[in-house]
C-alpha cells in the first residue's frame, strides 16, 4: 500500500477506484465495503483507493463534542494497510476544506487528483461546502466528469454506523467481548512506557505504564484487562490495569500492565498492547493486602485464559 499524505500528493499511474469515509475502527462493516472496492478495482483493471481525513472533521467544524475515536491514525494506517489496499490518502481536513464546493472537491480532488474512474460511495453520503450535496449530485458530476457511481445500501451503510456506535458504547461500558466482536480483531491500545509510582514493583508486580499521547483515543472502562503484546519480536501476554488506583489513594488515571515472564526495561519503548478480555472491574480493597490478593487471583485467571486462547 503506497500511504499520501494529501490528494495533492497522489501519484498513482492508472484509474482508480475510490472509496471515502473515516473508517474509524476499521471494523467489519468497513472491511465489507472494502473488500467490494478491491474486487471492483481488480475487475476494472483500476487502482484501489480510500480517501480519508485527519483530522477528524468533527475536530474541526465541531471541537466542543470532544470526539474519542477507536483508533489513533496511525492504527488507522496499520490496519487499513493489511485490507491491501493500492492507495490510502490521509487529507488534512481544514476549515478551508470544509469551504470547497461540490463540484470543487469532484472535479479538484476526486477526478484531478485521484484520477478516479469509479466512486463507491454509501447512499446517504453527503458532500461539499455545509455538505449540500448528495449522491445523485455526485453521480450527476459522474456524468459530466466520466466516472462511475456504485451506492453503498442502506443495510450496510447502516451496518458501519451501527458497529461503530456499538463498539464506542461497548468500550466505555466495559464489554470488551462485544467490542471485539464487532472489530473482527482485539482494540489496541498505543504508547510510549514512562516512568509510573513504582507501586506495581514493591507488590511484586513491576508494571509498564502506557502514555497515549493522541488525547481523541477512546480508553475503555476502568478495570482489569488480559492483554497480549509484541516486544523484540517476541509475543508476551499479561494483565492490564486501567484505573487511578484508589486502594492506594491514586487519582489521576493510568494504564498500568505487568507482563507474564517477562524481564526487561522498557522504558521510552513504544508499546502497541491488545485487550483480550476483561477480568473485573476497578475495586478499592481494604488495604493493600487485599489488593496484592485480588492481583493474583486475576493473574491465575489471565494464565488461564491465555492457556485456553493458544490450546
Avoid at 25 to 53: M, Q, W, Y
Avoid at 85 to 103: C, G, M, N, Y
Avoid at 218 to 230: D, E, F, L, T
Wanted: hydrophobic share 40%; no cysteine.
Amino acid at each position: 500500500m503506497r500511504q499520501h499524505t494529501s490528494a495533492q500528493e497522489f501519484n498513482g499511474t492508472k484509474g482508480t477506484v475510490v472509496t471515502i469515509g473515516t473508517f474509524d475502527g476499521v471494523h467489519l462493516g468497513h472491511r465489507k465495503i472494502i473488500k467490494r472496492l478491491l474486487a471492483s478495482a481488480a475487475g476494472n483493471d483500476l487502482e484501489s483507493v480510500v480517501l480519508t481525513f485527519f483530522p477528524h472533521p468533527r475536530m474541526v467544524l465541531q471541537k466542543e463534542a470532544q470526539i474519542k475515536l477507536i483508533n489513533t491514525i496511525n492504527e488507522r494506517i496499520a490496519l487499513l494497510e493489511a485490507t491491501g489496499l493500492d492507495h490510502l490518502v490521509i487529507h488534512p481536513f481544514t476549515q478551508e476544506f470544509s469551504r470547497l464546493t461540490a463540484e470543487e472537491f469532484v472535479k479538484d480532488i476526486l477526478v484531478d487528483q485521484l484520477k478516479a474512474r469509479k466512486v463507491i460511495i454509501g447512499y446517504d453520503h453527503r458532500f461539499g461546502r455545509n455538505r449540500n450535496a448528495n449522491i445523485e449530485d455526485l453521480k450527476a458530476f459522474g456524468k459530466q466528469y466520466d466516472f462511475d457511481v456504485e451506492e453503498i445500501s442502506k443495510q450496510d451503510v447502516d451496518d458501519v454506523a451501527v458497529s461503530s456506535t456499538k463498539i464506542r458504547k461497548a468500550l466505555l461500558e466495559g464489554d470488551l467481548d462485544r467490542a471485539n466482536e464487532y472489530l473482527g480483531y482485539p482494540f489496541m491500545l498505543s504508547g510510549t512506557v514512562s516512568r509510573g509510582k513504582g507501586l506495581g514493583r514493591k507488590f511484586n508486580y513491576p508494571t509498564a505504564n502506557l502514555k497515549i499521547a493522541e488525547d481523541y483515543k477512546i480508553i475503555p472502562a476502568k478495570g482489569v484487562y488480559a492483554v497480549q503484546s509484541v516486544i523484540a519480536n517476541r509475543t508476551v501476554y499479561g494483565m492490564m490495569s486501567i484505573g487511578t488506583n484508589p486502594t492506594v489513594g491514586g487519582s489521576d488515571l493510568s494504564i498500568e500492565t505487568f507482563f507474564f515472564d517477562f524481564e526487561g526495561d522498557l522504558y521510552e519503548q513504544h508499546l502497541e498492547i491488545t485487550l483480550l478480555t476483561r477480568i473485573r472491574d476497578e475495586k478499592k480493597f481494604n488495604g493493600v493486602d487485599e489488593l496484592i490478593a485480588a492481583m493474583q487471583e486475576d493473574e491465575v485467571f489471565s494464565r488461564d485464559y491465555i492457556a485456553k486462547l493458544n490450546a
